[in-house]
């Protein structure tokens, strides 16, 4: 039977109205397919694209399934690389946000004496990357007694960066805590390699794939140009000038290449930014955060972005550089022409990348057309319209938190663990304001000196306005409103 509507699965009521929130109005062809088995606690394994909405697709099953009261952490998913594992702990997050579940990530780069306290405190679903979580597992600072259910997320990418031996030594840790285990694994390709995967661990997975008749949409427009590295950079510029995208995309084969391009474009005062590989941890993360707020427009980047992490829908992918794999090729311009939108992909060609063109081409069955840059005809009013667009001022989009905000207050209350705060004490005080019980009481984050608790059902201000006069643990804390 295929479901039609979030209602018709059976799922809570906090889970649907969460989803509803989130503009998630109509499941998603994978959603469609996957969910069902995974809440039936079989094995899946899903074919599945960046973009499909796959996050969900695992993120509903579990956690309609997670057990609030459970000590210990019941879901780890495992992703290939820190945004990745960033994005969906936040996707998770939201979608269990009504059922208060705690999902703490945990990654290399970052201190682990941080993610050892996180973990000490209770957390219902674990996301991290392979090393660090085996990392975890080695100092005994990740308990695995509670896991139930494995998520193997990005499957192609984690052997292509090399961690199957530490996928494989975490599923080994978890197994030896218990017999039962459910695993689910999605991928963009089903190749050999991952076939050993699926039969070295998974009992009887259900396969789930999307339907889709070519590797390329057709929604994307497909061009190329043929100039030599010395031309691409005018050629670039005029490329820029005569679309004047909202959103572009810029890729390069290299972290040098990325840089080089993206110092060269801010010089022009091109508004635009770099990710790549080599980039601190920090810095990574603040450069997605603000291409996604719309702080700028433009990303010159390496192929680490082409794929996995959500960006909005691209207007233009440009390949600065050709991909010299030609999967990436199909990952980087299916970055555009998402979501019943139409987009375009134009790659700079080189005669050095002739020959990956062709590649690419019998890969996807079909010719890119080479045009001719001459007849791109930069007039007056284009650079005119290009500069202004440059100047104007940003307008910041709104991030998935804001769908809650007529839901959730976040409150700042004095006195955390150095004070001896606990979760019970803050509950107890909120549950003895009129009109308020337990199930308006979200995520408590006990910090040293603070703590951080979420109100629900929009009862945020009767919240706040009564602690103002109430004592905690013997005293009047300070109670003040914070952003979400
Ligand atoms: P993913 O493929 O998991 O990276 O998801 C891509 C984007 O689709 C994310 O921004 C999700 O929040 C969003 N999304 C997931 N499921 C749905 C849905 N059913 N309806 C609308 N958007 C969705």
């Given at each position: 039977m295929i479901r039609e509507e979030f209602k018709e699965f059976p799922i809570s009521k906090e889970i649907i109205d969460t989803l509803d929130l989130l503009g998630y109005k109509h499941p998603t062809p994978i959603q469609k397919k996957a969910i069902m088995p995974i809440l039936e606690g079989k094995d899946v394994v899903a074919k599945s694209q960046t973009g499909s909405g796959k996050t969900a697709a695992f993120g509903i099953p579990l956690c309609e399934q997670i057990v609030w009261e459970e000590r210990y952490p019941q879901v780890l998913v495992l992703e290939p690389t820190r945004e990745l594992a960033?994005?969906?702990?936040e996707e998770l997050f939201q979608i269990g946000r009504k059922k208060?579940?705690?999902?703490?990530?945990?990654f290399g780069g970052m201190p682990i004496q941080r993610e050892i306290n996180t973990l000490k405190q209770k957390s219902h679903i674990v996301v991290g990357t392979p090393g660090r979580v085996m990392d975890h597992i080695r100092r005994g600072t990740f308990v695995l007694e509670?896991?139930?259910?494995?998520?193997i997320d990005e499957a192609d990418l984690m052997l292509d960066m090399g961690f199957i031996d530490e996928v494989g030594e975490i599923l080994k840790a978890v197994l030896k805590e218990r017999e039962q285990l459910q695993m689910s694994l999605f991928s963009a390709t089903l190749e050999e390699r991952i076939q050993g995967l699926v039969d070295a661990y998974m009992k009887d997975p259900v396969?789930?794939?999307?339907?889709?008749?070519?590797?390329?949409?057709?929604?994307v427009t497909q061009i190329a140009y043929e100039a030599e590295e010395e031309d691409k950079f005018q050629l670039l510029m005029d490329i820029l000038v005569d679309k004047n995208p909202k959103d572009c995309m810029i890729f390069c084969a290299t972290r040098e290449m990325v840089q080089t391009l993206c110092y060269k474009l801010q010089r022009k005062k091109v508004r635009c930014e770099m990710l790549h590989g080599g980039m601190e941890q920090r810095k990574r993360l603040y450069a997605i955060a603000d291409f996604r707020k719309g702080k700028y427009h433009y990303l010159i980047t390496t192929d680490v972005s082409a794929r996995g992490i959500d960006f909005d829908d691209m207007?233009?992918?440009?390949?600065?550089?050709?991909p010299s794999k030609k999967e990436n090729y199909v990952h980087r311009i299916g970055r555009t022409g998402r979501k019943g939108n139409k987009g375009t992909a134009i790659s700079l060609i080189s005669s050095r990348e002739k020959q990956a063109k062709k590649a690419v081409e019998r890969y996807i069955e079909m010719v890119i057309p080479v045009e001719n840059p001459e007849d791109i005809r930069v007039t007056r009013n284009q650079k005119d319209a290009f500069e202004m667009k440059q100047k104007e001022k940003v307008l910041i989009k709104q991030?998935?938190?804001?769908?809650?905000?007529?839901e959730i207050t976040k409150l700042n209350i004095g006195?955390?663990?150095?004070?001896?705060?606990?979760?019970?004490?803050?509950?107890?005080a909120i549950c003895n304001i009129k009109g308020i019980n337990q199930e308006d009481i979200g995520v408590i984050d006990i910090r040293d000196s603070f703590t951080y608790v979420e109100i629900l059902n929009g009862k945020g201000d009767i919240a706040c306005g009564n602690l103002q006069s109430k004592t905690i643990k013997g005293k009047i804390r300070k109670v003040r409103k914070m952003k979400l």
């Open positions: 960033l994005q969906v702990k208060r579940m705690k999902v703490p990530a945990i509670g896991i139930r259910s494995i998520v396969f789930v794939e999307i339907a889709s008749d070519t590797k390329t949409a057709d929604s207007e233009l992918v440009i390949n600065y550089d050709f991030g998935k938190e804001a769908a809650f905000k007529s006195g955390g663990k150095k004070s001896k705060m606990r979760a019970g004490d803050i509950v107890g």
